[in-house]
């Protein structure tokens, strides 16, 4: 991989950059992020090495785990490479952007399918598992949105959009996100929850008929809560997981059908506050509710590493294979999926991108489609995992 000689140039810089602390297994507390820096870069005892080249859905199969990605219609259509890396490598499809209200709802009075539609196709074609995303968000709301939707209609828009979508699909969609990231604890709410629309016209128990109304519509369908920010654990992360567990642990008690938790896990190479005993800890609390768990939209943004592409895969990778084993080690896992498989497709090029102007690296599969240290990263955490 690297020659001693350029890992002890890199080093240097490093050190010049934030002063090195010791390598740990997995990074924990205030210097985690240069722990991290210093475990890829120094210990070529972690060389990544993969057998074969299997792909990523047989290695997951064999654990009794799902594994996926995450694609738009318009790539998938024009770009051959990117369709088949989906099929060799996925088991399981969700459509970034095409079950989104702003995608499937033109206007007040209209759904169009279309694109979900021909998402749900390509999955069942190429036997793949199917999931939705997502039916009650606070973010791509179309335009009309705002001037139609009040306290007085709230309630009919939101259980006639879940029914209707849900029922198009349903008995054919292994999972849902029915409520994407309802909490906010920095927006001042009662109970930490998002100052979303939803919550100022319908107050908190939107969140529990979102659920029963997708429950009646696909009883088949299991129903995910789907948040972001739970990974590290910094003060803000630690409220967040605090309050979702609540927010868990009301709907289960309420018997609302909620099946699992979905955590989205976009990674930040920069910041690596990964404290895996309380993300482990957290990890078997939602499972002692009787809940699964998903890994929904993994990446690792590369934003703030050196531009070196080398360097830069090999802390992806570790930040990678330390958090899937992780995660791995709890069975209320089920099932892991990337937001995109290879970094020529990637929301962060555009949400996150580096301000060297370097293309973001953040994916299993490079900008050519072929596989990186993340890849066998993950091919590694999926092989050393306990079976299901
Ligand atoms: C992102 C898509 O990838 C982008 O194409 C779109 O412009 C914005 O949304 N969390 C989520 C996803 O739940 O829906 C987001 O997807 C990424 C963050």
């Known amino acids: 991989m690297f020659k001693n000689s350029s890992i002890t140039r ?6 010049g950059v934030s002063g090195l602390a010791g390598a740990t297994a997995v990074a924990v507390g205030k210097d985690s992020y240069q722990m991290y820096q210093s475990q890829a870069l120094d ?10 080249q299997t792909p990523l859905k047989k290695r997951a199969t064999a654990k009794g785990l799902i594994y996926g990605a995450a694609s ?6 024009s770009d051959k490479n990117l369709k088949t890396s989906i099929v060799r490598e996925c088991g399981i499809l969700v459509p970034e952007n095409e079950l989104k209200w702003d995608a499937v709802r033109p206007a007040p009075d209209k759904f169009d399918f279309t694109r979900a539609d021909w998402l749900a196709q390509f999955a069942r074609t190429h036997n793949m598992l199917f999931r939705g995303h997502t039916l009650v968000w606070y973010m791509q709301l179309p335009n009309w949105f705002k001037e139609v939707v009040n306290r007085q209609n709230a309630e009919k828009f939101l259980v006639e ?3 209707t979508v849900t029922k198009r699909y349903a008995g054919r969609m292994h999972s849902w996100d029915v409520v994407n990231e309802a909490i906010e604890p920095d927006d001042g709410q009662k109970a930490g929850l998002r100052k979303s629309p939803w919550l100022q016209f319908l107050g908190p128990d939107y969140i529990e008929l979102a659920y029963r109304v997708a429950a009646q519509a696909d009883p088949k369908a299991m129903l995910v809560y789907n948040e972001n920010a739970l990974e590290y654990s910094g003060r803000k992360e630690e409220v967040k997981r605090t309050a979702v567990l609540k927010l868990l642990e009301r709907l289960k008690s309420r018997g609302t059908p909620i099946h699992a938790l979905g955590i989205q896990s976009h990674l930040v190479a920069q910041e690596g506050a990964l404290n895996a005993k309380k993300l482990r800890t957290f990890l078997s609390d939602v499972a002692s509710l009787g809940l699964k768990i998903l890994i929904t939209e993994l990446d690792v943004s ?3 590493l050196p531009s070196d592409p080398a360097v830069r895969d090999r802390i992806v990778a570790s930040v990678y294979e330390d958090y899937l084993s992780v995660v791995l080690d709890e069975k209320a896992v089920i099932a892991v999926l990337n937001w995109g498989l290879s970094d020529r ?3 962060l090029s555009t949400f996150t991108p580096r301000s060297d102007g370097a293309p973001v690296r953040p994916l299993p599969l490079d900008s050519s489609f072929k596989p990186k240290l993340a890849w066998n990263a ?4 999926f092989d050393q995992a306990r079976k299901r």
């Open 161 to 163: 959009h879940i029914t």
């Open 302 to 304: 590369d934003q703030k």
């Open 72 to 77: 738009g219609r318009d790539f998938l259509v």
């Open 345 to 347: 497709h990637t929301w």
């Open 43 to 52: 210990n070529l005892k972690r060389d990544f090495k993969v057998v074969g």
């Open 378 to 381: 993950m091919a590694r955490a």
């Open 10 to 15: 890199r080093r240097f810089v490093y050190m």
